[in-house]
């Protein structure tokens, strides 16, 4: 099965200023990468998702992730947060080893400040 | 546009008590699964299915039993409750063509069991 590493537990940040979320899984031959969001007391909502193609995907809300195959990474990045995107994310893989179940990170959590 | 939709929302039960976390949805998926999310630790499988009448077991399936009659409808059962399944649950779908390209999530019942 797939490991799903989300290096940071807690990002701080500042309204307007760019945030970044890094996201390693473990080798293998193909997978699809996703990262959902997920905002207090609420269930979680896909912000973008890499399967094929394009290794730079954008999501929903302003947000772009970019696949790095031989780095094995699927970063998240936004260039100028608001205080709404205070919440949970994850990253999450499937792979075909493993009958494309989902495998999550731990998640790391955005605050936003004014 | 219901889509996942899980009851209850809230509940607390007993240690040894039983109960049922229901789940429904709306769009078709043959694919469902029940998730359960601990502090730090992500989203963990607990069961899923490929279909009506199909079941398997995920990462952390002991002490639950699912069974899946409909397309719709994929309850999960606690047959006897400890306290180490305090959680907050998540049922999820997608179309299995599409084999977890997209989950879908429900909003969560926070489970407390005392």
């Known amino acids: 099965a797939q490991s799903v590493t989300q290096l940071d537990s807690q990002v701080p940040v500042f309204e307007e200023a760019p945030v970044e979320l890094r996201c390693n899984y473990s080798?293998?031959?193909?997978?699809?990468l996703f990262w959902y969001v997920q905002y207090p007391n609420q269930g979680l909502q896909l912000l973008l998702k890499?399967?094929?193609?394009?290794?730079l995907v954008k999501g929903i809300n302003g947000f772009e992730a970019e696949f790095n195959k031989s780095q094995t990474s699927f970063h998240l990045r936004k260039p100028s947060v608001h205080i709404s995107d205070t919440a949970e994310y994850f990253c999450?893989?499937?792979?075909?080893?493993?009958?494309?179940?989902?495998?999550f990170g731990a998640g790391t959590t955005v605050t936003v400040r004014a | 546009n219901a889509g996942v939709t899980q009851t209850p929302k809230f509940q607390v039960l007993k240690t040894g008590q039983s109960m049922t976390l229901q789940c429904a949805q709306d769009?078709?998926?043959?694919?469902m699964s029940w998730y359960r999310q601990d502090p730090g630790m992500g989203l963990r499988l607990i069961h899923y299915s490929v279909g009506a009448g199909i079941t398997d077991q995920g990462e952390v399936p002991n002490g639950y039993n699912v069974s899946r009659s409909t397309t719709e409808d994929f309850p999960l059962r606690l047959l006897s409750a400890a306290p180490s399944q305090t959680s907050v649950y998540f049922c999820?779908?997608?179309?299995?063509?599409?084999?977890?390209?997209?989950?879908?999530f429900g909003q969560g019942t926070r489970l407390t069991v005392v």
């Open positions: 999820a779908s997608s179309p299995v063509g599409l084999m977890n390209t997209e989950a879908f």
């Open positions: 080798s293998s031959v193909s997978v699809y």
């Open positions: 890499y399967l094929s193609g394009s290794t």
């Open positions: 999450a893989v499937s792979d075909h080893s493993n009958d494309y179940k989902l495998s």
């Open positions: 769009m078709n998926h043959e694919y």
